[in-house]
């Protein structure tokens, strides 16, 4: 069973940044296909960036320019940089994993509390 455990969350003022981190337990990390979600109280879970096994990123369009994916395969940790912190931001963030490119992720972690103050 693969585990993930994010960490890095806290509370931030607004314009702040954060780094959080996603460790993984597998040990053959590479092929996995990485997401950060997020869901804030009341709303839809949000997916905010993935990266592929090979290192291509997406960023949804709500956060692009504030937010950046990485990976550190060596680690076995995705990271997900935030700058520019906004209130908005206040979620709880998931990371996940799976091996296809088009299907559904199949792990999830448990996830790393975001709060920004204004």
């Known amino acids: 069973q693969v585990q993930l455990v994010e960490s890095g969350g806290g509370l931030v003022q607004a314009g702040g940044s954060l780094r959080l981190s996603c460790a993984v337990s597998?040990?053959?990390?590479?092929?996995?296909?990485m997401g950060w979600f997020r869901q804030a109280p009341g709303k839809q879970r949000e997916l905010v960036a993935t990266?592929?096994?090979?290192?291509?990123?997406n960023v949804a369009d709500s956060v692009k320019g504030r937010f950046t994916i990485s990976r550190d395969n060596a680690e076995n940790t995705v990271y997900l940089q935030i700058n520019g912190l906004k209130p908005e931001d206040t979620a709880v963030y998931h990371c996940a994993a799976k091996l296809t490119t088009y299907g559904p992720y199949d792990y999830w972690g448990q996830g790393t509390q975001v709060t920004v103050s204004s």
């Open positions: 597998e040990r053959t990390f590479r092929p996995y296909a």
């Open positions: 990266i592929s096994s090979a290192g291509s990123t």
